[in-house]
């Protein structure tokens, strides 16, 4: 499995300083572009660097195939997601709803933090207490979560 993540799921990981746990669960790309977006929170590039996640450098053939999905709110970034996720057999790792209800149309696997948060529960690699705290920081910081799946989170992971 490799995952693809989009900058929503890198800025929600980068103020929990959990970047590098995303490494950990899977082989990880970011698409040029997305990285270039990511600008915020302060030194998030260098911590997608230093987490080992692979930049995929963006073809202009991609470029023009991904147009078709630039409808409605998805942004150009979103839907060169879409389509290299789709082309290249990716797990697609957004908080986007508008990019999650078109990966479900395609049936394109997709996540986002909480599924992030909940693998690293299963694989034992951040403590529940750490998690629990990253959930409230998530929170504070505005971050898109489902209600009830944040509270199901909350309640696995006994916070």
């Not at 103020?15 to 490494?23: C, E, F, M, Y």
């Not at 147009?67 to 797990?91: E, I, P």
Request: net charge negative; proline share 3%.
């Amino acid at each position: 499995m490799i995952l693809l993540s989009d900058a929503n799921v890198l800025i929600d990981l980068c103020h929990v300083d959990g970047i590098s746990v995303l490494t950990q669960l899977a082989s990880v790309e970011v698409l040029d572009v997305v990285f270039d977006e990511c600008t915020y929170p302060d030194q998030i590039q260098d911590k997608i660097i230093e987490s080992g996640i692979t930049q995929v450098v963006v073809q202009p053939l991609w470029i023009r195939l991904a147009q078709q999905y630039c409808q409605g709110k998805l942004s150009q970034q979103d839907a060169l997601c879409l389509h290299y996720a789709m082309t290249f057999n990716r797990v697609l790792m957004t908080n986007e709803k508008p990019l999650r209800n078109l990966c479900q149309q395609k049936n394109i696997n997709h996540h986002g933090t909480l599924w992030i948060i909940q693998q690293a529960y299963e694989k034992n690699v951040v403590p529940n207490v750490e998690l629990c705290k990253w959930l409230s920081i998530l929170v504070a910081e505005g971050s898109r979560m489902p209600k009830q799946e944040l509270a199901n989170m909350r309640n696995l992971l006994g916070c």
